[in-house]
């Protein structure tokens, strides 16, 4: 992207809501400066945000929203300094908090803890899309938890050199209230949803 690092932020609005800001650092993280804010006006509020490269100049931003309702994106074709209204993505992968997102050479993963008070155990998922983050489909379930919402889910994904994904997460597997950390190594090496 550049030769910049960007990371995603997200903190209160005068109305309540929430928005993710783009920062960007041109010195691997010494400094940093606001370049935008992903929400748009009219837009929900929006928290929880993962984002990564679609294209040569293209963005994707991935939140959950302020209630816990819906999944949303954000399109920026121009390195982050714009980004377009948001994009419901809740009838293709349902209420995901923490997303997190990874492109292999294959596809854009999407993860995150899958969030529905009326189902046990807990999960936490893996998506794919393989046409830029237009549509996400192959939905795979990593680990379960039976816990309280807390107890597990968050993940954090690391693309390696060899192609594959390390995944760090936490879950309850040991003890309700009491999240242990967990890893798991992921390769993806599907060419296509079909």
């Given at each position: 992207?550049?030769?910049?690092?960007?990371?995603?932020?997200?903190?209160?609005?005068?109305?309540?809501?929430?928005?993710a800001n783009l920062w960007t650092s041109v010195d691997n993280g010494s400094t940093w400066s606001l370049l935008s804010?992903?929400?748009?006006?009219?837009?929900?509020?929006?928290?929880?945000?993962?984002?990564?490269?679609?294209?040569?100049?293209?963005?994707?931003?991935?939140?959950?929203?302020?209630?816990?309702?819906?999944?949303?994106?954000?399109?920026?074709?121009?390195?982050?300094?714009?980004?377009?209204?948001?994009?419901?993505?809740?009838?293709?992968?349902?209420?995901?908090?923490?997303?997190q997102l990874v492109q292999t050479r294959t596809a854009l993963l999407l993860f995150g803890r899958q969030y529905d008070?009326?189902?046990?155990?807990?999960?936490?998922?893996?998506?794919?899309?393989?046409?830029?983050?237009?549509?996400?489909?192959?939905?795979?379930?990593?680990?379960?938890?039976?816990?309280?919402?807390?107890?597990?889910?968050?993940?954090?994904?690391?693309?390696?050199?060899?192609?594959?994904?390390?995944?760090?997460?936490?879950?309850?597997?040991?003890?309700?209230?009491?999240?242990?950390?967990?890893?798991?190594?992921?390769?993806?090496?599907?060419?296509?949803?079909?």
């Amino acid at each position: 992207m550049n030769g910049t690092v960007y990371s995603v932020a997200y903190g209160s609005q005068s109305d309540g809501s929430s928005n993710a800001n783009l920062w960007t650092s041109v010195d691997n993280g010494s400094t940093w400066s606001l370049l935008s804010e992903i929400r748009q006006t009219n837009d929900v509020g929006i928290n929880e945000t993962g984002i990564a490269q679609v294209g040569a100049t293209s963005l994707l931003a991935i939140s959950r929203d302020d209630l816990n309702l819906n999944t949303w994106g954000h399109f920026s074709n121009d390195f982050g300094l714009t980004w377009s209204s948001q994009v419901d993505y809740t009838a293709q992968v349902g209420v995901l908090q923490d997303p997190q997102l990874v492109q292999t050479r294959t596809a854009l993963l999407l993860f995150g803890r899958q969030y529905d008070t009326t189902k046990s155990p807990n999960e936490m998922v893996a998506f794919a899309s393989y046409d830029g983050g237009l549509t996400f489909a192959d939905r795979t379930v990593l680990d379960t938890y039976t816990g309280l919402p807390i107890d597990g889910g968050y993940c954090w994904p690391l693309l390696r050199s060899d192609g594959k994904i390390f995944l760090v997460y936490y879950a309850d597997s040991n003890n309700l209230r009491e999240p242990d950390i967990k890893s798991l190594v992921l390769q993806w090496d599907r060419k296509s949803a079909n």
